[in-house]
């Protein structure tokens, strides 16, 4: 007996997590639109742009007609309305599966039943029937023999693990733990999977700051201003892999090592009110969009299980006019109700076609409210020894006006960003700059990169596009030292804050 421990204990180092079907991005198709596209008009949209997972919220029959015979694999949902009954009567259940699943597989490809929405913290009072109500939903699926391809889970809000970062600390708020438990279980003897919503537009609109934007859109950070996780030396460039390695933290430590995390939604807004929502800009849509697919669709995985895929549904397909609340509310679709790209999505290079990638038109400008000076050295570094053609910035030449540090930095920004062909790394400038997609020309001042021109920069070729070469070294007395004091500092916190997630 002794000596089969350590291969036990191999085994079980094996039989961690393994995604059943590779990496995959989905969408999530809400319907409170005041002017709703038919379903045969959304199965064409979803085709045309090669989307081929779908969540629906519900499990509309017309809609289940439209996806039948689609390739569209389908997670049809338990509404929370129909929750309660679902959860206290195994017949119910078993009538509601017969109806909205048994009576549409094999024609429309059903791969999940999703049994309510984030009802822990949506209904906290319906909790004790979340467990019976999942159970009753994989009964039936076992009785039509469709338990096998069709999984059972029920999404939950990241909000229900606490002290998610460092990661390694992370755990399921302790009053859920009587209903996370057995559904744990229940994930594992069924083969299932853990449903996660991951928002970190939220997790970086509540931390007051401590969470750069930067961090939260999955934009490259210098390897100093990285999260390290002090338990495990983990490195966390991005907010979404903290949270999903809470999530399998968390699990962790309740001794479930074997169950798959799968992102039920994610996603940024592309509009929000001016005041209240800055951040829900097209701009950090697209980056927060185009970045997460690729980061899904690599298989990169998270630093807790490198390689392993987290399937991903993006929130949302369209915009719903008709949810109440804040402005960003009405505003995380892809397409308005015509189908019509609110954005274009830059996904060049990661082989899907999704919202219509046809340009690669990106330009590099100054951050609003970047400090001046800062701005400045950068300024002059671009100019200097970062060889751009400055000429036009002149008195008297067409990109004179308006005559401030950040229009003119805007314009040297990106005639550098163009000239070194739009590599990573080369739109940073010490942190004062940002990615857009929206060409910043005006008047007879034409951007490089603007009509498909390159810009006037001579000769670059020998500078290499790192960050430290993009830094504002020509002399300035405030610059690159107090940016990277401040950025420690952030780095700090993002350790030592129990609850920033
Ligand atoms: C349904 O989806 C599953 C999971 O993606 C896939 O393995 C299967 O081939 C699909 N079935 C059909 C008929 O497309
Ligand atoms: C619930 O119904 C299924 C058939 O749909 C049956 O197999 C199962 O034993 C029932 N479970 C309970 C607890 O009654
Ligand atoms: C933990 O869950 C309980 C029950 O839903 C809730 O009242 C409490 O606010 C949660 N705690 C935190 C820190 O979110
Ligand atoms: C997890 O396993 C440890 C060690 O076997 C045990 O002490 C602990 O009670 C278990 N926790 C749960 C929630 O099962
Ligand atoms: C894709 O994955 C490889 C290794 O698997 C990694 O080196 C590369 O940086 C990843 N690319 C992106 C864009 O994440
Ligand atoms: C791109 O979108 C336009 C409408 O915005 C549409 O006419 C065109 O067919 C789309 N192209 C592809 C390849 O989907
Ligand atoms: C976009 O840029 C990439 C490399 O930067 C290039 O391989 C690709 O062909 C470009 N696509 C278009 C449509 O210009
Ligand atoms: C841009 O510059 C590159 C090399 O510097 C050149 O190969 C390319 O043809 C130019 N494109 C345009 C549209 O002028
Ligand atoms: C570019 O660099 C080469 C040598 O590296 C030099 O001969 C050439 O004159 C330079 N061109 C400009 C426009 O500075
Ligand atoms: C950038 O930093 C690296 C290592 O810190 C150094 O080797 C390199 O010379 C630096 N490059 C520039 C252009 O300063």
Known sequence: MESMAPFLLLLLAISVVHADEGAYIGVNVGTALSDMPSPTQ??????????????LYDADPAMLAALANSGIRVTVSVPNEQLLAVGQSNATAANWVSRNVVAHVPAVNITAVAVGSEVLTALPNAAPLLVPAVRYVHSALVAANLDRQIKVSTPHSSSIILDSFPPSQAFFNRSLEPVMVPMLKFLQSTGSYLMLNVYPYYDYMQSNGVIPLDYALFRPLPPNKEAVDANTLLHYTNVFDAVVDAAYFA???????NVPVVVL???WPHKGDPSEEPDATADNADTYNSNLIRHVLNSTGTPKHPGIAVPTYIYELYDEDQRPGAVSERNWGLFDANGVPVYTLHLTGSGVLLANDTTNQTYCIAKEGADAKLLQAALDWACGPGKVDCSVLMQGQPCYDPDTVE??????????????GMGSGTCYFNGVATI???DPSHGDCTF???????????????LAPSSNSTSAQSGSPHSYRDIMQLLQIVGVFLLSLPLFL
């Open 42 to 55: 959304v199965v064409a949209l979803l085709k045309s742009q090669e989307i081929r997972h779908v969540r």
């Open 251 to 257: 699990m962790a430590y309740l001794n479930v090592t």
């Open 265 to 267: 939604e994610s996603g």
């Open 407 to 420: 229009a003119h930095a805007t314009y040297a920004f990106n005639a550098y960003y163009h000239g070194m």
């Open 436 to 438: 857009t997609t929206t």
């Open 448 to 462: 490089p990169g603007s009509g498909g021109k390159n810009g006037t920069f001579l000769n670059g070729t020998s």
